[in-house]
Every structure is written in C-alpha cells, then in structure tokens.
C-alpha cells in the first residue's frame, strides 16, 4: 500500500487530524520508525488529534450533544477496529492497568468473543444483524467498569465518533429509532483509511473486525 491510498479528494478537508495523518503517513514512507516509537509517541499525538477534531466538529452541532459522563449505554454495542488500534490499546492497556484488571479484562474479553462468534453462526456474513443480536443481548464492553471506560484516554476511534443530541435514554432503546446521531462521515472515512494504512505497513494486514476478535488475535 503506498500514500496514494489515502484519500487526497477535495472531500477530505484539512483538519488537524487528517493533517496530521498525511504529514506522518509521510514520515513513515521516508523513514524507518519502529513499531514501539509509534505506539509510544506518534498514535497518542494523533488519536489527540482527531479528537480535537472531533470535539471542534461536534460544537458546530445544531443541537447540543447529550453525551455525559456515566453513560454507558453505547458500550452495550458491537465495537468494530482495525488491526493498528488494537494493537494500540493493547500496547496501552498494559502499559496503564494493574495486573488485576488486566486480567478480569482478558477473561471477559474471552466470553465475549465466544458470544460474538455465536452470532457470527447464527447470521454468517451479516455483520449488521450480528451487531444488532450483540446489542439485543446487552453485553457490556469489557473495558467498562462501574459505567465508566478503564481505557478512556486511548479508547477506539468508534467510541469518540458516537455522540448524539436528544436524549440520551433513546440509546438504550432496543429500536434505536430515535437516536439522533452528529456524525463526521469524511473524518471517519480518512480516520479508518489512515488506521488501514499503519496496519498494513506495521502488521503486514488491514482486515477490520471487532475490537475483541482483534485483540485476541494480537495475543491480548
Ligand atoms: S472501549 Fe470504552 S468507550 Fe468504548 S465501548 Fe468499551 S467501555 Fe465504552
């Protein structure tokens, strides 16, 4: 995969995130930077990045957006990554929680991907039917803890795009129908291009999946 994968059309309007994403896509094509040096260094400077993005885009929402602390009802839901992320968090997770709840998280982890491969058979090939069942079953996220996120400064992208007006109650709702959603469609499409191309150049793959199914696979 070379630079000219990511996304240079005029859709794709400068913003600190994608700014920084193409200045070190750059870098990285240029020079060799060891996987551990962008872990440490380079993906918390651009997951700040997009958040700031995200933060300036969401105050340009014609409503207020409702997302408070405590809220934990989008954590009931199937969490979808790409390879460089979990491997990210997992980097982090490990860096920053004790032994102790790393090791509830890993056992957790584990149940909950065994209900998502449930799915997987139950609707084989219908990844939006298998994130409804998982929502349908309210599985909490296995990083939630006491309704708050143990890897909230290093959460997913999917996480800090999912913020709504009305009421926040309508999330919990089986339905969904009156979820009012603020959502950056371009941002998230060159958020998910870049994270594409840093795991193909670092992990030599870029198949999407769950958050639990990558994080296993990258031996969490
Ligand atoms: S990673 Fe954190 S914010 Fe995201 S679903 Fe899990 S607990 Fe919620």
Not at 190 to 212: A, E, I, P, R
Request: charged share 20%.
């Amino acid at each position: 995969m070379s630079l000219k994968t990511i996304p240079k059309s005029p859709v794709y309007q400068s913003n600190p995130c994608y700014d920084y994403a193409i200045r070190l896509s750059k870098k990285i094509l240029q020079q060799k930077i060891p996987l551990n040096d962008v872990l440490e260094q380079y993906y918390p400077e651009y997951y700040a990045k997009l958040q700031e993005t995200i933060d300036s885009f969401n105050q340009q929402s014609p409503q207020p957006i409702a997302c408070k602390k405590q809220c934990d009802a989008c954590c009931h839901y199937m969490v979808a990554s790409v390879p460089m992320e979990a491997k990210y968090i997992q980097y982090s997770a490990k860096n920053h929680l004790s032994a102790k709840e790393l090791k509830i998280v890993s056992r957790k982890l584990r149940q909950v991907r065994s209900k998502e491969r449930e799915f997987e058979k139950q609707s084989p090939n219908n990844i939006v039917r298998q994130a409804q069942l998982y929502r349908l079953s309210k599985i909490p996220c296995p990083f939630l803890k006491d309704k708050t996120c143990m890897i909230y400064h290093y959460r997913p992208m999917i996480c800090r795009y999912h913020n709504v007006t009305g009421s926040p109650e309508n999330c919990y709702h089986p339905a969904l129908n009156n979820v009012q959603a603020w959502q950056h469609p371009q941002l998230m499409e060159s958020d998910v291009n870049f994270q594409k191309f840093m795991s193909h150049h670092y992990l030599n793959t870029s198949t999407s999946g769950t958050l639990n199914q990558l994080l296993l696979d990258h031996g969490f």
